[in-house]
């Protein structure tokens, strides 16, 4: 399978099938506008202008925007309800993680989540190989309760999104304070525009690391 950055909390997702999700599109309101892309299914976390731009994505895709058990063409996804804020969505409303599974891999978006995680919500989750965690703070979780989502759902590689870079009209936090959690060995910065995993790479004994996109 394969991974695209497409910028802010949006990715491609490709398995090797053909079949393709992307995750949480956005608007150019945010300073920045989606690559031209098309889909088999969109995920959706919340209905916030920088996640649910379904119109820029192509291919009359299906669109999953609420939780539940979902397969199309072979691929799994799992949504699960919680909160955009500390206060059970008093201030920001809900929020859905997606567990999505390709190529026997389970790729969690964690959408803009914006509480800690509890011992229901990792257990509801259930296995991690490859993690989208927000880290930029101020509308969702910031650095410090990222990393704690990552503790407890030991994936065996992290992607960031949801923070400050150039042109991105969002008053968020950047990534370092993230990736200073992490040992500089742990973290892959590439230029790509797209990484390939296999359900091999998750089989040996486990290891993580960071994978950072320099125009995520």
Do not use: W
Request: hydrophobic content about 40%; charged content about 25%.
């Amino acid at each position: 399978m394969f991974i695209t950055p497409l910028g802010h909390s949006c990715f491609l997702l490709e398995e090797s099938t053909g079949t393709t999700v992307v995750t949480d599109p956005y608007s150019s309101d945010i300073g920045i506008t989606l690559p031209p892309v098309s889909a088999d299914m969109v995920t959706v976390s919340h209905a916030h202008y920088d996640h649910n731009n379904v119109a820029a994505v192509s291919g009359n895709p299906m669109v999953i925007d609420r939780p539940g058990m979902f397969e199309v063409k072979g691929v799994q996804i799992f949504g699960l309800n919680t909160y955009h804020d500390e206060v059970k969505g008093k201030k920001r409303g809900s929020n859905v993680i997606f567990n999505i599974r390709m190529d026997g891999v389970n790729v969690c978006h964690l959408g803009d989540v914006g509480h800690g995680p509890s011992p229901l919500m990792i257990e509801a989750i259930g296995p991690v190989d490859i993690l989208l965690v927000p880290v930029g703070g101020k509308y969702t979780i910031d650095a410090e309760v990222a990393k704690e989502y990552v503790d407890r759902l030991m994936p065996s590689v992290i992607i960031p999104m949801h923070y400050k870079v150039d042109d991105v009209d969002m008053d968020i936090d950047g990534v370092d304070a993230f990736l200073d959690y992490f040992d500089k060995d742990d973290i892959e910065y590439t230029s790509e525009n797209k990484v390939e995993f296999d359900r091999s790479d998750f089989d040996d004994e486990y290891s993580m690391k960071v994978i950072c996109f320099d125009k995520n």
